[in-house]
């Protein structure tokens, strides 16, 4: 399968720590990335192959996988941290991209 | 710092055409396999397609819902990535970015309306 699954939302209190998962096949082969997309903005990566960090990226957002499924974790969780997340990774042959179907956070 | 501005979205009639256009800046244009991402409104991104440097051939990739329809190109001599669209549908509707996964421009509105 070349899907990816997601919440649809999630709604955690600031401080809090939030967990979105990704599921699928293809993770257990290829890398996943992850994007944060603020209402009216364009996605900003947050994470990439799996666990790797952009550096203008606060050390609150981490990365994990497991089989086929990978992890965002949001550490104390901020306001600003209220946005749309999406997954990303390739087919099976590492060509094609997939996203997941993105998950809301809101941050009560 | 890496900058990527798209430009060429516009309102077209259904089974109408459009090339939109994608500047780059601040990176080694030649040396980037870049994508087209589109989001229609109020839902998720989309993956569109691809191209890859030249120097691994320029192979394009695309997406089932636009295959036959679309078609990217690439100017690395003026750092620029195209997106031509032929045959429009209404749900082809959508912001279009274009990427190499790292960055992200603000993207460029399509609106296909009959």
């Known amino acids: 399968s070349s899907e990816l699954t997601q919440p649809p939302s999630m709604s955690v209190s600031p401080g809090q720590t939030a967990r979105i998962t990704c599921s699928g096949d293809l993770l257990s082969r290829q890398y996943a990335f992850w994007y944060q997309q603020k209402v009216g903005q364009a996605p900003k990566l947050v994470i990439f192959v799996d666990t790797e960090r952009p550096p203008d990226i606060p050390e609150r957002f981490s990365g994990s996988t497991s089989g086929t499924t990978v992890t965002l974790t949001i550490s104390g969780v901020q306001p600003e941290d209220e946005a749309d997340y999406y997954c990303h990774s390739g087919d099976a042959g590492g060509t094609l991209w997939v996203f997941g179907g993105g998950t809301k956070l809101t941050v009560l | 710092e890496v900058q990527f501005v798209e430009s060429g979205g516009a309102l077209v009639n259904i089974g109408g055409s459009l090339t939109l256009s994608c500047e780059g800046s601040?990176?080694?244009?030649?040396?980037?396999?870049m994508s087209w991402v589109r989001q229609a409104p109020g839902k998720g991104l989309e993956w569109v397609g691809r191209i890859t440097k030249k120097i691994e051939g320029g192979r394009t990739d695309y997406a089932t819902p636009v295959k036959g329809r679309f078609t990217i190109s690439r100017d690395d001599a003026k750092n620029r990535l195209f997106l031509h669209m032929t045959d429009l549908k209404a749900g082809d509707t959508a912001m279009y970015y274009c990427?190499?996964?790292?960055?992200w421009g603000q993207g460029t509105l399509v609106t296909v309306s009959s």
């Open positions: 601040g990176l080694t244009f030649m040396n980037a396999s």
């Open positions: 990427t190499q996964g790292m960055h």
